[in-house]
Every structure is written in structure tokens, then in C-alpha cells.
């Protein structure tokens, strides 16, 4: 027998054959990422139930050297969830458990594999949250968010997966078991593998169980989207919100070219008589409605260059209004296979970045369509080009350059993955990176899990 | 000339003579911590005053296999950051710079060496506040209380310092400088090492730089001190105080022998006419004073055994009631050397920890004067044991084994240090510890870096 024929029997000794998929249709969807930009062949997908399955699982990969990436929803941007050939998938999706909901101290242990919609259907009902939300959050997985850090529309207020975590069980390259779940709120005993895996993009362990931190939900929101005459307009309001609306939870802008290309390809009203250059909407929790309406009315009038503003409080009226946003990545997605960038910029470089922006991109792809948009209370914007080919990287290289050269960061928020790995030696210094390194290889010797990410081989 | 003098040179060509202190005089005052249960003997004290200094002091050392100790304010708790004997201490405190502070965002950054009070006198005019706040102000320092991971009495409310530092700039083992100054709120480009370095108690690295978000101070605040017939009843108050009142930001407790004690040793009048048998210290930050009064008033009149209660909102007020508790750590470490454990029980197991831990300590030290306080709203309290000799551990043994039974954690937030390190591999498992010292071994091949901390040689 082959020594893969050997290991495929050994992941069906502890998984279950059903649970071992080697056949190319079965495999196809774990081997292509949300972007559609990378994609790899896997040698199998194998879905362990537990820890312990996971423990087994990963044994006999090491045994057998096959090296392994971890696949949690598979709604990674980067490239870093699917293989790049010749790798065991492992994927998480059946480690889906839930709670209980500890009620009193506003917490729950998930497994990695649980759905971000299915916990938050878990916890809403007692008045809870999940700190971080998203746009993928029908298929994306608690472990995935954690081990990419996942941020979205709620950082500026509630933080990043980063923030959420209380603790973690994870299995690493060996086969060894660290962490600890259910996890205590304080405790300073040694090295905490949630802060050292957390972000890690699957390059040091398999995470398994997951114990979360929650929030509050507000009683009430208060959703507003502003028309500015300028982008640097925006960024005033956005600083005043900032200052003045307790319970701010979230703070995106996108700008008149994005908006239209969405109206080209979606049905979807002016916001405003009058045409804008930027827009922001802003979103507040508050415990009574019209105390927030005044709030957030008194600091748009007091702002320079508004063209036009709707506020809503209900369900259906603050949908309409974060349609304009959240229409823009899925018009994006769905218009070809865009270069998904995503920045952050320091608050004083912030102002000049979209127009500069788009003159590098023009200066190297002079066709390309450009969707500027985001999380502009956290310096963060997503700059989507679509028309260059997937592996043509001078976008990329324009967008980022321009990046470093501003300080700011290449990667706000979707992880370096395989499409930022060669950028990094850019934004890190070599003596940090090789510490980077250090730590890999201290955890995972001989390098078998999700080879290739973060790390230029 | 001796391989130590040799180095001594090179420290001093590097730092200037005034700064490689080997007088032991001069010495002792870092040569001894807080609690004068620990002290050794240094091989000299060298003061870099920048990172570019700490990395030729690192670089000298390391060169000459000479281990160090990292040391900042000195007031550590469990050993970690004196010398064992024959080590460099490399004090940071002369890295004390501070600011600007930035306005917009709430974020600053300082010297590792800065001294906290010093920040607090910084970012405090503006609004803002570090969200870490401890008895030991005056004296610690922020790298201190990063390498620590230091709690105190504000976690319910903004967390330990892990969730206070966006970023920072640490000295390896080897001289390497590794994260980045400032950081970004928002940056997912591979390993964080501000998450990898915080509570590694200086086994990691020499922090040099910190970047801090800072937290909004409220406008008013307000303090209630209430007697109850007993801890559960206490622990039913501290529950709805949890759930009922927003920005709750302490929620502390103490008990009737240790109030005796405290009142035996310094002049402090009964809080309430009658006795009772456990007190709960709570505050809350509010933009309107009377209707936080109204609000825990409302929450007291609700809960069982309430035997006294006093509310005040004027700092002299405040500073009345915050005495009691403050007034504990004081007065055990002013009769004698206590051993001061620190340790996190799970919620549900609680209720019954205080007279359990007192029926253990009885039964290996009958004579043991214990002082029970701490942040009962983190689960999280301070076992002071008075009389037992600083080297005897059994008193130790018998609390932290109970606290391990109950599901707890050894430290909640002194850390392991010389303390706790032989109580880890009953914390741990043997994975997960061994994990951890792959983790030191790789960025400390050479054990150079405070030898002996948290792992036992």
C-alpha cells in the first residue's frame, strides 16, 4: 500500500470514512476560497468531530509528514484556508457545538467549527452579542474568525476577534494539546495561546474549542448615512461622531464613484437629491431612540459640507440605509475576481489616500475600476480593483506600496494568507520576521502546517 | 581584565558610567521586591535610556552569556523581577518618555520606564485615563505592567493591560528588536508580538516602547459600600450590580476578621453600627450623578442581608469608602511578609472558597493570621497568609491546591514568577508546558533572560 493509501486508512480508522473526502467533486468546494482567486488541489478532506479527532487526525499527517491546512468556513480573502497542493484539509465544520450561554457572566465555550450566525441565534435571545460581525456570517466559523482575527463593522466599538477571546484549545503540528477552555477572565499564568494563536492563520495549530467573551446588545440603534461634499469632510464628521456619540458602533464610509458602479449593476435609489463625493454612515446603540436621533442630528448639523442625511431606528429603515455599504463587496465580487486590499492608515494619512490611491492604480492598470470603501473609524478602507488578471500583482504592489510608504498597515483585517506573504518583508523589519520565524519552527518543526502562509517558503 | 570586567566596560562605553550601578548600596533597592519575600544579588544594574541602548546592553550581555533580570518599578509580587543572584538587572526606568498624547484617537505612547502616575497626570486633564489602575501608581511602571499582564481594579470594566496596549517595541534575547511603535488599531500582517510579549514577565524580551489606547474618564463617579450577613449574600449583590449597572467599573469585597485586623493596626472607624459579615465595595463611572445614586440604591434595597450601606459621590467621600479595601494590602504588608497569593475561582465555586481556604490554611498553620479581599467581580481574590515563615510553602500549597481542585487559576494577576513555577505543571498539562518552553527556547536559545521565571530550571 502506498504511504498515502496507508494515512487515508489511518484518517478513516478515526474519523469515519464518510468523513474522509477524497473524491475531486466532493473536495471542490473546500478547495476554492471565497475570492475565487486562489485555489489548490487537496489530497483529502478530513473533518474531525472533537479534539481528540482533531489530536488523531494530526498525528498521523505528522506521522506520515502530509501537511495540513486548517479550514474553518472557508470565507478567507487571502488565500491562507484553501490548499495549495497536495494538502490534508481540516476542516473544523463538524466541531459545531454551542454553549451553553453562561447568562450571568455573559460568555460561552463553541466549538472552532460553530457558525457566527448559529451563535449568534444562540446568544441573542438572552440580550447578548458576539462582539465581531460580518458579511459572511452564515458561513464563516468561530475558529476561523479567531485564527484570522476577524474585525468588521463593530471594531470601533467592541475590538476584533482579538478581544473576544477569553481562551482556546488547539491542537499543534505534533499533535500536542495547549490551551485551556473553559478559560478564567484572569489569568497570568505563563505564555496565553489565545494571544499567541489568535491571528495566526492556521500556521501553528488546529484550533478546536473556543471560549468567547460576549456583549451587550443595545436596546435600541440609530443608524445614519451622511452625504459630504469631500472624502476629508467625511473624516471630520467621522472624528466628531467619534467624540460626541457614546455606544458608536460602527463608523464606514464609501464614495460617489463606488456608488455608482453599484447602481449600475444592483437596483438601488440615490440616497440623496443632491449628489455627494463621500459618505458615512454611522450606526449607534442607545438605550432610548430619540435621545440618539438628537444626538447624532445635532453633530451633522454642526458639520462642514453636508449634502444630504437620512437617520433610521427601525429594522427595515437602518437595512435600507446599510445597503449602500454592504451592496459594495458583493457588487464587487460579483463583477469578476477583484484584488481584495485591505489597509489601514494612520488618521493624518488618511484624507489623501483615495485619490492617491487612484493614481497609482491608474498609473499601472489604467482600466481597472477601483471600489474604495470601510471602516473608516479604524483607518481601515478595503480597496477592491477589478479588470487586472488574478495573478498580475502590480495592483497589489501600487496599493501597498503606497501603504508602506504612508505608514500604514498592508493588512487591516483579512491576515497576509499566500497574497501579502512576499509584501512582508517590506512592512516587517528582518530581525522581527525571522522571530516570526522562530516561533513557527518552535511550534511546528518541520513546517506541515498550512505551509506557505504568512511565511514566503 | 575578567571576562566581568570586560563586560562592565562595555556596559558602561554603552549606557555612561553613572548608569552601570555595582555598588551594593546602590544596588540594593533593585536587588529586593515589594514584598522582601524575594531578593539575590545583582552583577551590576545597567540604566539604557533608549532602545537603541537596551539593544547594546542585550547585545554586551549576550555576548558574554551573562543572564539578566528586566526590571521596571520593581513592585512585582511573585519574585519575577529581582535577581536570583548574579544576574544583570537592565532597569528600564530610565526610559520614561511620555506622549503626545493623541487627542482624537485616545492613544499615546510611552517609555517602557514611564511610571504610571506619571501617564495618569499626562492623559488625565484631556479627558482620558490608562484603563489599568493599581495601589502601586506611584512606583510601577507601564512595561512593568505590560510584562505582567497587571489587573487591578478596574478589569470589570476595561480589562488587564492585555487589552490596554495596541502595540509595542521589545529586545530580545539576542538583541533583536521585534514589534512596532506605533502600531495601528487595526493590523493583521502575521504573529502580534505585544499579544506574545504581554504577561511573559520578561522571559521573552526587554519591552522598550508602549503604544496605549486610553480610556474616557467619566464625568462623575459613584461609590457604595454595603455590609451583608455573608458572602453569598454579598455574591448576590455583586451579580446584580453586574447586570444592572452600567459602567460599572469596581465591584471589590472584604470580610469581618480582615476589617478587625485592619482596624487593630490603623485608625478606622466601623463602616456601619452593626456588624456584618462580609462588605462589597462597588462603583460606577456616569455622565449624571443622582440618577447612578437612584440606580444602586434601587439594586442595594433589592438584595438579601443587607446589614449597612453608605453611597458617596465627592472624592473625599469616595476616598473614605475605598480606604476599607485599600487599607488591606497595606496593613499585611506592614505586619510582616505575607505570603500573597492570588488566585481566580470560577463563579459557581465562589461562594464556599473563603471559609474552605481558611479550613485548609488552619490545618498547616493554625496560628496564620489570613486576609481575604480582592475583585470579586472577576472571580479574583487576594489570600494573604500572616505568620508562616516566607520560605515555608506549605501554606501556599494547601491554597493553591484547593484553588486547583475548584477549577481556578494559581494566578489571577501577580503572575508565576520564583513564586508559582513549581505549581504550574499542576496548572498546566505537560504539552502545554512543553509548548511553552519551545516557545522560550526558540526566541531564548540561551536562557538568558530572566532564568528561572515562570518555568523551574
Chains 1, 2 share one sequence.
Not at 16 to 33: C, F, L, T
Not at 236 to 244: E, I, M, Y
Amino acid at each position: 500500500m502506498t504511504e498515502t493509501g496507508q494515512l487515508l486508512d489511518q484518517l478513516r480508522a478515526v474519523v469515519g470514512p464518510p468523513n474522509v473526502i477524497v473524491d475531486a467533486d466532493e473536495r471542490a468546494s473546500y478547495e476554492v476560497d471565497w475570492t475565487r482567486r486562489f485555489r489548490g488541489e487537496a489530497l483529502a478532506v478530513v473533518r474531525p468531530a472533537s479534539t481528540a479527532e482533531t489530536v488523531a487526525v494530526v498525528r498521523a499527517c505528522h506521522e506520515h509528514g502530509a501537511r495540513m491546512v486548517p479550514q474553518g468556513g472557508n470565507t478567507g480573502l487571502v488565500g491562507g484556508s484553501v490548499p495549495r497542493g497536495g494538502e490534508v484539509v481540516v476542516s473544523t465544520r463538524r466541531m459545531d457545538e454551542i454553549g451553553p450561554l453562561d447568562d450571568d457572566a455573559g460568555e460561552i465555550v463553541v466549538g472552532s467549527g460553530a457558525v457566527l450566525e448559529a451563535v449568534q441565534a444562540a446568544v441573542r435571545p438572552a440580550g447578548w452579542d458576539v462582539g465581531v460581525d460580518l458579511g459572511a456570517r452564515g458561513s464563516c466559523t468561530i475558529g476561523g474568525m479567531v485564527a484570522t482575527n476577524a474585525g468588521g463593522e463593530h471594531v470601533v466599538r467592541d475590538g476584533p476577534m482579538a478581544e473576544q477571546v477569553l481562551g482556546l484549545e488547539g491542537v499543534l503540528a505534533g499533535g500536542a494539546v495547549v490551551g485551556r477552555v473553559p478559560a478564567l477572565r484572569k489569568d497570568n499564568t505563563g505564555y496565553r495561546w489565545h494571544r499567541i494563536l489568535t491571528g495566526s492563520e492556521g500556521t501553528l495549530a488546529v484550533i478546536t474549542r473556543v471560549h468567547l467573551r460576549l456583549v451587550r446588545r443595545p436596546k435600541a440603534q440609530v443608524t445614519a448615512l451622511v452625504g459630504l461634499a469631500s472624502f476629508p469632510d467625511a473624516l471630520a464628521l467621522a472624528g466628531a461622531f467619534h467624540r460626541d456619540i457614546e455606544g458608536l458602533d460602527a463608523l464606514e464610509a464609501f464614495f460617489a464613484d463606488g456608488l455608482d458602479f453599484v447602481q449600475q449593476h444592483i437596483d438601488l435609489a440615490d440616497p440623496f437629491p443632491q449628489p455627494a463625493a463621500a459618505y458615512l454612515l454611522a450606526e449607534a446603540g442607545a438605550a432610548e431612540t430619540d435621545e440618539a436621533v438628537r444626538e447624532m442630528g445635532a453633530t451633522v448639523e454642526a458639520a462642514r459640507g453636508v449634502v444630504g442625511a437620512a437617520v433610521a431606528t427601525d429594522a427595515a429603515g437602518r437595512a435600507r440605509l446599510w445597503r449602500y455599504r454592504e451592496a459594495h463587496p458583493e457588487v464587487a465580487n460579483s463583477s469578476g475576481i477583484p484584488h481584495k486590499l485591505d489597509v489601514t492608515l494612520p488618521f493624518d494619512a488618511l484624507p489623501r489616500f483615495p485619490d492617491e490611491v487612484r493614481r497609482r492604480i491608474a498609473a499601472v492598470a489604467p482600466d481597472a475600476r477601483v471600489l474604495l470603501f470601510g471602516h473608516v473609524g479604524d483607518g481601515n478602507l478595503h480597496v477592491n480593483v477589478l479588470g487586472p488578471a488574478p495573478e498580475d500583482y502590480a495592483v497589489d504592489d501600487a496599493v501597498l506600496g503606497l501603504v508602506v510608504e504612508l505608514g500604514g498597515s498592508i493588512s487591516a483585517e483579512h491576515g497576509v494568507g499566500i497574497a501579502k506573504r512576499d509584501w512582508l518583508a517590506r512592512y516587517r523589519t528582518a530581525d522581527d520576521l525571522e522571530a516570526m520565524r522562530a516561533v513557527k519552527r518552535a511550534l511546528d518543526p518541520q513546517g506541515l502546517l498550512n505551509p506557505g502562509v504568512i511565511f514566503t517558503p
